[in-house]
């Protein structure tokens, strides 16, 4: 034992006391280098800063592992670590007051401390959340492949369905298509001859034959008047979004004056019934426009309007006299707006150019000459194979207005004399761009390169909230037969049909960038294409 306690230190960080026959054993080094203390002497004393230091660690000590929430780990010792293969001396508590020092290399003896079973504890508890949240993820990830939830916050929520008429070449969508058409007992009408791969997604219908002989037509569920109109619009007779809308709700009265409601039905749900295999038909004769589309559903909304307590005569009463003034409002009132909006930028001795036919630019022409006295220029442009320019040449030169007739190709030549270009639309989208018949994105192009301004006329009715920036995606194409020219009684392109490498388009409609288009004249007054979405917010939120 005197041995033992001749090799170790008992100096700094030993944790014995002076004097003391059962001091604890430590294997180490004596603080700084000292020599080791010979077996029954006492040790040194202690200077008064030396034991002022380590009371001050001890203390920090004891606050250390107060705060411990962890597992303790082992305190190191002071003194340098045992000779491989020597035992290690455990160390028992050391006595409250320590002269020689803090009793750094304790460790408690017998079971687990607090912290450790606090620790152990934590770990449990995190195991088993970790698995409860591996369990939820498994089973959410199974909901959403047995089927895929979207959530309401997403864009895609806001993404509006595609129409019909755009999704040709779509076999799920011509399916359901079909069905559609099958349930409202309309006949599904058949596309003609080879497109152009670009725009395959787009039907393309002939004339060649009555619409009568294409398809059977049940007289039981359309009514005559919808059948007469679909064929006028599938032959081309009744053209232009103006007379087209005003053909479409003038049907529509004579089909609401015809309705009766059936017993143990009402009519604001059954009549929006009633008209959805009529509207079906008529976009099988031809694709509805912007400002049918709108009108339909003016119509519908005025429908579900309905008030209960109405009789079946006061409510057909009431939508005949709803729909004519919308007519009034819409069309008639907005256009007289245009005309005298529009007399405020022609001046005497002016150059005006004109593109095919639009019946708001010739009323609008026509008024500034005979009412204003305005003494003017008109250059008709016009383009095959329509040329409908011939129909608004006739009316001006009727007037007495001095026109000029030329075809598109030659544009370019007549431009530098004209001092604006007035323009009609099919069509105002909601990001500006002007829908309009094939060809005006030509003349305003040039119109722009050579400086003149371009002028849109357009009625609120016909803004719609369908954002395009081409062509492509959303037109229409009509016969391509119409592109064959007899010279000489020989057609040049005659059989085309047979040539798998020859492919006819016949465009209907083309997209203008609203960069291109100086001014919009509409019955709200003028406006910059940018003001559109302004207006359809404005409509929205009064109706």
């Not at 004339?207 to 064929?231: E, F």
């Not at 004056?257 to 509207?279: C, M």
């Not at 003494?375 to 008709?380: E, H, L, T």
Request: overall charge positive.
């Amino acid at each position: 034992m005197a041995e033992r306690e001749g090799e170790c230190g008992t100096g700094h960080g030993t944790g014995t006391r002076p004097g003391s026959a059962h001091a604890p054993i430590i294997l180490g080094k004596n603080p700084e280098g000292a020599a080791p203390v010979p077996a029954g002497q006492q040790a040194p004393e202690l200077s008064r800063e030396e034991k002022l230091q380590l009371r001050k660690e001890k203390k920090q000590q004891k606050k250390k592992k107060r705060n411990e929430k962890g597992p303790s780990a082992e305190p190191a010792e002071l003194g340098a670590p045992p000779e491989p293969g020597q035992p290690r001396a455990v160390q028992p508590t050391p006595p409250p007051a320590s002269a020689d020092g803090p009793g750094d290399g304790e460790k408690p003896t017998g079971g687990k401390s607090k912290a450790e079973l606090r620790a152990e504890r934590r770990a449990k508890q995190e195991a088993e959340r970790a698995q409860k949240q591996a369990r939820k993820a498994e089973l959410s990830q199974a909901a959403t492949t047995a089927k895929p939830r979207q959530s309401p916050t997403e864009p895609q929520s806001m993404v509006k369905r595609l129409p019909e008429h755009v999704q040709v070449d779509d076999p799920a969508a011509q399916r359901k298509l079909a069905k559609k058409l099958e349930r409202q007992q309309v006949p599904l009408r058949q596309d003609y001859g080879t497109k152009v791969n670009l725009f395959s997604h787009l039907h393309q219908y002939s004339r060649k034959k009555p619409l009568t002989q294409q398809m059977s037509i049940p007289s039981t569920v359309i009514h005559p008047a919808v059948v007469r109109l679909g064929l006028q619009y599938s032959q081309g007779i009744i053209n232009g979004s103006n007379a087209r809308c005003i053909a479409l709700l003038e049907v529509f009265k004579q089909l609401i004056r015809d309705y009766s409601t059936p017993p143990n039905e009402e009519l604001s749900r059954d009549l929006v019934a009633k008209l959805k295999p009529h509207i079906s038909f008529l976009n099988q004769c031809r694709p509805l426009s912007a400002s049918m589309g709108n009108a339909i559903k003016f119509l519908k909304k005025e429908i579900s309007c309905l008030p209960d307590t109405l009789r079946e005569e006061e409510a057909k009463e009431k939508l005949q006299d709803m729909i004519d003034k919308y007519l009034r409002e819409k069309i008639v009132l907005a256009a007289e707006a245009i005309s005298r909006s529009a007399f405020e930028k022609i001046n005497d001795h002016d150059v005006i150019l004109v593109y095919g036919c639009s019946s708001l630019v010739n009323r609008t022409l026509c008024d500034a000459h005979a009412k204003k006295g305005r003494a003017f220029r008109v250059i008709v442009v016009d383009s095959r194979p329509r040329l409908e320019g011939r129909e608004t040449l006739r009316r001006l030169v009727r007037k007495g207005i001095h026109c000029t007739y030329v075809m598109i190709n030659a544009i370019s030549y007549v431009l530098p004399e004209v001092s604006k270009v007035l323009l009609g639309a099919h069509a105002l989208l909601a990001n500006g761009s002007v829908m309009s018949r094939v060809g005006t994105s030509q003349i305003a192009l040039v119109s722009k390169a050579y400086n003149v301004p371009v002028l849109v006329c357009c009625e609120t009715y016909k803004f719609c909230e369908r954002v395009q920036t081409d062509s492509f995606v959303s037109n229409e194409l009509d016969d391509p037969d119409d592109l064959i020219v007899l010279r000489k009684g020989q057609a040049q392109l005659g059989g085309w049909a047979e040539n798998k490498s020859l492919r006819l388009l016949n465009l209907v409609y083309d997209v203008t960038p609203p960069d291109l288009v100086d001014l919009v004249i509409t019955d709200l007054g003028m406006i910059p294409c940018t003001s559109v979405p302004v207006v359809l917010r404005v409509k929205n939120v009064d109706q």
